[in-house]
T-cell receptor, first 110, second 115 residues
Framework: GQNIDQPTEMTATEGAIVQINCTYQ??????LFWYQQHAGEAPTFLSY????GLEEKGRFSSFLSRSKGYSYLLLKELQMKDSASYLC???????????FGTGTLLAVQP | DTEVTQTPKHLVMGMTNKKSLKCEQH?????MYWYKQKAKKPPELMFV???????INESVPSRFSPECPNSSLLNLHLHALQPEDSALYLC??????????????FGDGTRLSIL
């Protein structure tokens, strides 16, 4: 079966750092994506991990541990525009589908 | 702005109407997808087209009928929908289907309301 777990909501302060965790159990695994979705808008691709370790892209970093079924998204120097839902999405399984977690709604406060 | 264009942005229809949602991409992607997203929920996969052929149908009711006229276009024909079908319908594309390192690019969606 498939199970993806991430916190429903988080709050952080502008300029701070926030870490959004994701644990997953999938019947097959080829990699993990993180997407950002602002209310009423399209999900936009943030990062992709296939090997264990940290991938850094500017203010955003993503970490993966395949053996633990665990990933996190790290957002640095938070800005108000970072207020959005962050979706953890493992890729794989018998049909190579992208399976989205329920998303973490991040609120950045002044 | 996204590179995947969906029309219309909003659609209100009655349960007896027939309408179509349209999606277009010019990135040369060979895989296209339809997702359904309810409020405060993640996108749920409906259909996958690869090289203009239907590859996945996630047991979607027949009142939703996808069509891929060419490699750049994807339609979703709607007929006799139910109120619970009201949702945001997202189209996405990727370079190929099933390749793990290729992200899907999403359109802004069509917000559908069934009266």
């Amino acid at each position: 079966g498939q199970n993806i777990d991430q916190p429903t909501e988080m709050t952080a302060t502008e300029g701070a750092i926030v870490q959004i965790n994701c644990t997953y159990q999938t019947s097959g695994f080829n990699g993990l994506f993180w997407y950002q979705q602002h209310a009423g808008e399209a999900p936009t691709f943030l990062s992709y991990n296939v090997l264990d370790g940290l991938e850094e892209k500017g203010r955003f970093s993503s970490f993966l541990s395949r053996s633990k079924g665990y990933s996190y998204l790290l957002l640095k120097e938070l800005q108000m525009k970072d207020s959005a839902s962050y979706l953890c999405a493992p890729h794989g399984g018998a049909t190579n589908k992208l399976i989205f977690g329920t998303g973490t709604l991040l609120a950045v406060q002044p | 702005d996204t590179e995947v264009t969906q029309t219309p942005k909003h659609l209100v229809m009655g349960m007896t109407n027939k309408k179509s949602l349209k999606c277009e991409q010019h990135m040369g992607h060979r895989a296209m997808y339809w997702y359904k997203q309810k409020a405060k929920k993640p996108p749920e996969l409906m259909f996958v087209y690869s090289y203009e052929k239907l590859s996945i149908n996630e047991s979607v009711p027949s009142r939703f009928s996808p069509e891929c006229p060419n490699s750049s276009l994807l339609n979703l024909h709607l007929h006799a929908l139910q109120p619970e079908d009201s949702a945001l319908y997202l189209c996405a594309s990727s370079q190929d289907w099933g390749q793990p390192n290729q992200p899907q690019h999403f359109g802004d969606g069509t917000r559908l309301s069934i009266l």
